[in-house]
């Protein structure tokens, strides 16, 4: 979780939005806009037929605490956007490309916290795989297989 100021910071923006509270929490992030909750950071992206601020309307009902855009709201979106105080909206410049970076700052660096076990060879790489997973699940840890 990471409070509106500590985000802004993150990716160097400028506040705007007098009277608006910065201190506000972002409890997780979402693309989706179909699972975007109260307090929750949307990042609204262009999809394969549409932009994520198309949704705008439905997303602003739940109540999120930011919205991350890469595309300047058009004039109606913004005034939805200036009826719903409490939720903060950032343009960023290429967000798509710097997203991986900023979900990891946000997660607090998710990937330091798991551990990968390889396996290479000519045979028996699946049976191996499949054996060390059931070994580690038997022993109560978590597990996954790709």
């Known amino acids: 979780m990471k409070t509106l100021t500590q985000i ?5 923006l400028e506040l705007e939005g007098g009277g608006r509270n910065f201190d506000n ?12 909750k109260a307090g929750d950071g949307f990042i609204a992206l262009q999809g394969g037929q549409v932009h994520g601020l198309d949704f705008l309307t439905s997303v602003l009902e739940q109540q999120p605490a930011l919205i991350l855009t890469d595309k300047e709201p058009n004039t109606e979106q913004q005034r939805w956007l200036d009826e719903h105080p409490n939720t903060v909206c950032f343009v960023v410049k290429d967000i798509a490309m710097s ?5 990891d ?4 660096h998710p990937s330091q916290r798991i551990r990968v076990v390889g396996i290479t060879g000519t045979n028996g790489k699946t049976s191996t795989a499949f054996y060390t997973a059931q070994l580690l699940d038997a022993l109560g840890k978590k597990t996954a297989l790709i």
Request: charged residues 15%.
């Open 25 to 36: 929490a972002v409890h997780q992030l979402t693309i989706d806009s179909r699972q975007v």
């Open 105 to 108: 700052w946000f997660y607090e």
């Open 8 to 12: 802004q910071s993150f990716l160097g």
């Open 99 to 103: 997203l991986g970076r900023f979900s």
